[in-house]
């Protein structure tokens, strides 16, 4: 019991930053129908620019309290990343609009890797740790254990994708991406400029991966310029997971993707007495991935709309 | 001046050309038709006057050159265009589709112009929170026409506004366009049924294989011999 409460709460943890990543790909997919492979590295970046900035503070003045220490990476962090979506949706998918499906595919692979290697020549190969500067507080919680960090990245999480949902849904800017998604030809009949609102999905994910990245890293205490591949292959199956394109199904599939691993990695030693070790966590995830895409090819939520506007 | 004046018109689709230099006037307040047989280059036309196809030629409005403008600049001048298949957004709800029709507009007679429209279309009103794609066919229409009003429009383009709609609906859409045009909204109607489209419009552009054939008032293009026997069925 205290296993299963324990990984639970993990698992919500993890998910929920899956979650904030996966916004990102479905709300890009949503409106181009791209897979934006590059996200994953501007969760990276996020991340890198928060701790760089984190360590040059603590250069000047170790004394500085942490919180605020932070708080001060996030806000340089947030609007590098959004700088760095702008700039990426500009120079590499905007002047492939118009070309054949697998071209801008292609590109954003090659943005990717773009990305990986200018993060490797700027901030090394080593791991970069992040420094134990946040107050830490623990709880218990049905015998399993609860840090303050972990309340803390739920809350934030939940309450960015509370903003998101009410912008999509409530804001003039979001009914213009939601009709910007479902027609962008009628959608420049009603006079929405399309190119802006492509600009403002990719820098609006941005935003959030940017935080999800300081989240992660400062979850795990490490930052290290290959993390955003594997974080952005579990936020992309999540998106996939939920229904890609939709905004509620990529938060459902990042929660769930997360807990099933958390779940996984503390049963499955059980399971298969002891011959596969928590470390297949991320098999578990792509396999319950592959169940669910088997039974519901278009996702938890997703549902194509046969006749597009 | 007139509210519209196109010159030499061309459209051309990767060197098949669609529209063969079409010149045309509309005047403010007036209703006039276009029609034609299918692939006459009808919807060709107003697609380019609404900047969603590249043409050469001159297209003005109100004196203003529309050529080259981006399809969200020239709506934002003020022409709205009703797409063939209405082009709904089927995942939003009526309101929301409405409240995208005045996505340009910042004044204060948003609110008034949603009532006259929900007026006009009762149907709107009292499905205002339904997601527009389990609409019926006509009251899809009704929301595009409802839409394009809700944007205030100094030219309303309505392409093909009867298609697919069963016969009484298209009785309804052509009361309203009447309607509309009675308020003073000036309009240029793209149709293939030639019979309703001259008896709604002041004045008529008949078009063949990408040219205007004929113009002229509509009434006097009724008894035209030539139209009735190609277009009328007589």
Redesign the interface.
């Known amino acids: 019991m205290e296993i299963f409460v324990q990984q639970l709460i993990n698992g919500l943890v993890l998910g929920s930053i899956y979650a904030l990543v996966a916004l990102g790909y479905t709300m890009v997919y949503g409106i181009l129908e791209l897979i934006n492979f590059a996200h994953g590295e501007v969760t990276m970046m996020g991340a890198m620019v928060a701790l760089t900035v984190i360590g040059l503070l603590l250069g000047l003045n170790p004394e500085l309290p942490g919180l605020l220490v932070v708080l001060a990476g996030v806000l340089i962090a947030v609007p590098a990343c959004m700088l760095l979506a702008f700039a990426i949706e500009k120079v590499a998918y905007r002047p492939l609009r118009r070309a054949p499906r697998l071209a801008p595919l292609i590109t954003a692979i090659g943005v990717s890797i773009v990305l990986q290697n200018a993060a490797m020549l700027i901030w090394g190969r080593q791991y970069i740790s992040f420094p134990q500067i946040l107050p830490q507080m623990s709880f218990t919680v049905l015998g399993a254990h609860v840090t303050s960090l972990q309340i803390f990245i739920v809350l934030l999480c939940m309450t960015m994708m509370a903003g998101l949902w009410w912008l999509v849904q409530k804001t ?1 800017l979001g ?2 991406m ?2 910007t998604a ?2 962008k ?10 190119d802006r609102v492509i600009s403002a999905t990719f820098v609006i994910g941005a935003a959030l991966a940017a935080i999800a990245g300081v989240l992660v890293s400062a979850y795990y205490g490490l930052a290290h310029y290959y993390m955003g591949f594997m974080l952005g292959l579990k936020a992309f199956s999540a998106a996939v997971l939920g229904g890609i394109g939709n905004i509620a199904g990529a938060m459902l599939g990042g929660l769930l993707l997360g807990i099933i691993e958390a779940l996984g990695a503390g049963y499955i030693g059980d399971f298969t007495g002891g011959f596969l070790g928590s470390h297949y966590q991320d098999v578990f995830a792509f396999f319950v991935l592959i169940l669910v895409l088997v039974f519901r090819p278009s996702g938890l939520l997703g549902e194509r ?1 046969a ?3 | 001046m007139s509210l519209l004046t196109i010159r030499q018109l061309k459209v051309a689709y990767g060197g098949i050309q669609a529209v063969h230099g079409v010149d045309l006037v509309v005047e403010e307040g007036e209703l006039v038709c276009l029609i034609g047989a299918n692939g006459a280059g009808k919807s060709s036309t107003l697609r380019a006057l609404a900047g969603l196809t590249h043409a050469s030629g001159d297209i003005r409005l109100a004196g203003r050159r529309l050529n080259g403008l981006p399809a969200h600049a020239i709506a934002r001048l003020g022409v709205a265009l009703v797409p063939e298949g209405r082009g709904i957004f089927a995942r939003m709800t009526v309101a929301e589709n409405l409240a995208m029709g005045a996505y340009t507009r910042r004044d204060a007679g948003v609110a008034d112009d949603l009532t006259r429209v929900y007026d006009l279309f009762p149907r709107l009103a009292e499905r205002r929170g339904q997601v527009a794609g389990t609409l019926s066919g006509g009251e899809q229409q009704m929301l595009a026409i409802g839409r394009a009003l809700m944007s205030r429009p100094r030219l309303l383009l309505l392409d093909e506004p009867s298609m697919g709609l069963a016969p009484l609906m298209v009785g309804k859409i052509y009361e309203t366009i009447q309607a509309i045009a009675g308020t003073g909204v000036t309009m240029l109607l793209v149709e293939q049924n030639a019979h309703l489209a001259l008896q709604v419009s002041q004045r008529a552009y008949v078009m063949e294989s990408g040219r205007i054939r004929l113009a002229g008032a509509s009434a006097e293009l009724m008894r035209d011999p030539a139209v009735q026997s190609a277009y009328l069925g007589a």
């Open positions: 003039r009914r213009a939601r009709a479902q027609s030809e009628v959608a420049m009949l009603m006079g929405v400029d399309i709309v006749s597009r506007a």
